[in-house]
C-alpha cells in the first residue's frame, strides 16, 4: 500500500509541474512579443484640417438663458464705505525717534554679581585649582597653534579662549568659585581638543 502512495504521489508532483509548464507556455504565447506588438497608426496632422464637430442630434433640449433669480430683492443693508474707521480705543500717540537706546543702556547701573563666601582656605584651594586649570587648558590650546583645524577644533578653540577669558575676569572680580568653575571646563574642552588633533 505504500508503493502505490508512493507512486500517486509521484505522478501528481509530475502531473503539476507539467500544469505549471504549459501554463507558463500558453501566458507567453498570448501575450506576445513586447517588439512585435501592432501599434495604432498615429493619424497625420493634414487629416485634421477637415474633421469638424459634431452638431448636437437633440434639438429639442434648449439651455435656458433667462435668470430664475431676476425678481428676488434683498433687504439688506450696505456695507459701510472703506473711508469710514471706526475707533473702539483713542489712537497712541506717536512718539519721535532718537538714539534712546543707547542713553538706556549708559544711564543702567551694571546688576551685581552674587558670589559665594569662602574661607581663607577654600579661597587658596581655588586659586590653586584655578590656576592648575589654566595652565593645562593654555598649553592644549597653545599645542593647537598654527596647526589646520577642522570646523569642529575650531569651535572647541574658541570655546577654550571664552572660558579662559570668562576664568580670568572672574579671578579679578574675586569670585574664585566662578573663576574655578570657568578654568575646569577650559581644562577639559582643551583635553578633547588636544586629544582629536
Known sequence: MTATTQLCHRWLHHFARLTATICCAAA??????????????????????????????NPAMQIETEDPLQDVALDVEPPPSPLVVIRSAPARPRVPVNNSAQTDTASKPELPQIAPQLSAAETIAAKQQMTQSLSIAERNIGSAEGKQLNPTQQDLASKVRSFVAEARDAANGGDWTRARNAAKKAEVLSQELAGSL
Do not use: D, I, M
Open 28 to 57: 507567453l504565447f498570448v501575450s506576445g512579443c513586447a517588439t512585435h506588438r501592432v501599434k495604432a497608426k498615429p493619424l497625420p496632422w493634414s487629416t485634421f484640417a477637415y474633421t469638424r464637430p459634431l452638431s448636437p442630434t
